[in-house]
């Protein structure tokens, strides 16, 4: 017959062989989540790796609005103009002798299709672009004045764009347009561009740091 621990430890002492026979530990899953403990066999949960590949789906999308409205829409229509370039892509800007050749190169079928193209394509990629920017800001970029002044900027650079189209719109709508608004349209085109570049380069600063990080 075997003998109960308490035998076993009065005959052999302190090398007696008892076995454990202690309760498992009760596991309460509320007080590991509360703690941010993972309970065994709880599947790990990765809100930043989910909010990262919103982040470049954003992003991929902006980036692909931006090559078929510059690099494919607008480059097609200057078949429309003798091989002129639509003011949109003139990152310099333009003068009222330049919109003069243009609106004689372009009939009423071109001009309706570049005025489809901006409330279409001109306003898709702004605003996607708007979007991508301010996540990709929102996730990389700690709560500071630096993260207030990109997503500033990025803002200025939607709504230049925007108010952008309706200004060239306006330069072939018009009987003969006014030096002004020639002018005007000329400034939002060149601003739209630099606040492009500029949102670049901030999206590279905010992305080094975390880069280095990584590779450390």
């Known amino acids: ?3 109960t621990p308490a035998q076993r430890i009065k005959k052999h002492g302190s090398r007696a062989d008892v076995p454990d026979t202690a309760p498992p530990p009760v596991i309460n899953p509320t007080a590991q989540r509360a703690l941010g403990q993972r309970a065994p066999g709880q599947p790990a949960q990765q809100p930043q790796s989910n909010a990262k590949m ?4 954003a992003v991929v999308a902006a980036l692909f ?8 829409v607008l480059s097609q229509m200057t078949q429309l103009t003798g091989g002129l ?3 949109d892509s003139r990152v310099f800007g333009f003068d009222a002798a330049a919109i003069d050749q243009l ?10 299709q570049l005025n489809w193209v901006h409330k279409t394509a001109g306003m898709l990629f702004p605003l996607l672009f708007g979007l991508a920017w301010a996540l990709l800001i929102g996730v990389n970029t700690a709560r500071s004045w630096f993260r207030t002044a990109l997503w500033s900027l990025t803002g200025l650079f939607v709504v230049v764009r925007i108010v952008g189209n309706f200004a060239i719109d306006s330069l072939f709508s018009a009987a003969a347009p006014a030096a002004g608004a020639v002018a005007w349209a000329s400034f939002l085109v060149v601003a739209g561009w ?6 670049l380069i901030g999206a590279v600063v905010v992305l080094l740091p975390g880069r280095r990080k990584a590779q450390a």
């Open 1 to 3: 017959m075997s003998k």
């Open 103 to 112: 609106r004689g190169a372009m009939d009423d079928a071109a001009r309706g």
């Open 65 to 72: 609005m931006f090559w078929y409205f510059h690099l494919m």
């Open 85 to 87: 370039a639509m003011p």
């Open 54 to 57: 919103l982040v470049i789906a």
């Open 194 to 199: 630099a606040l492009f570049v500029l949102c």
